[in-house]
């Protein structure tokens, strides 16, 4: 069977094998909407490109600071900098982090359909947030803090979307 970018063949793959107790059917619940969480408050990272920029305004909420004329100005405004944003970088993911690896361990201890479909949702997502983090280490070629930030955040999602692999395969050869 052959895996394409942005497809997910679990439906296929996992079709009525696995019984999910309640406590499962709670902790699937949960993931998924911690995941609908994610995708919302992350889904600036899939839109960056080249020379855009992102903060976080008052209320928390993540923005992009697209490239345009007056942008150094705008983002000394509202103390925007490359430390602000190396720190925001680090909060948003680590959260994010932690999440794949419940997905992770959820789907290691269980073998449950609905884990592993969200896992290969989650790997879509994380395909698209690593474009964008690509396009901002590009923007901040020239400091070695951020782009060391961003090369251990894009390691680690890669890892994620390794064990999931590795699983699959497993499973896979199994069946």
Do not use: P
């Not at 080249?50 to 942008?71: A, P, R, T, V």
């Amino acid at each position: 069977m052959f895996r394409m970018e942005g497809q997910c063949f679990a439906e296929e793959l996992y079709d009525g094998s696995t019984f999910s107790s309640e406590k499962n059917n709670a902790k699937i619940k949960e993931l998924r909407e911690n995941f609908d969480d994610f995708k919302k408050r992350l889904d600036i990272f899939t839109k960056l490109k080249k020379h855009d920029k992102f903060g976080k305004d008052s209320e928390n909420n993540l923005y992009i600071d697209y490239n345009k004329y007056g942008q150094y100005l705008s983002r000394w405004w509202y103390e925007q900098d490359r430390k602000k944003c190396n720190v925001i970088l680090e909060e948003e993911f680590d959260l994010f982090v932690g999440f794949l690896d419940n997905v992770s361990t959820s789907l290691a201890e269980t073998k449950i359909n609905e884990f592993y479909i969200l896992a290969q949702h989650c790997i879509n997502f994380i395909n698209k947030i690593i474009t964008g983090l690509y396009s901002l280490k590009e923007t901040y070629n020239n400091d070695n803090e951020m782009e060391n930030r961003i090369d251990a955040i894009i390691l680690t999602l890669i890892d994620f979307k390794n064990k999931t692999q590795r699983y699959d395969s497993v499973h896979i050869n199994k069946n």
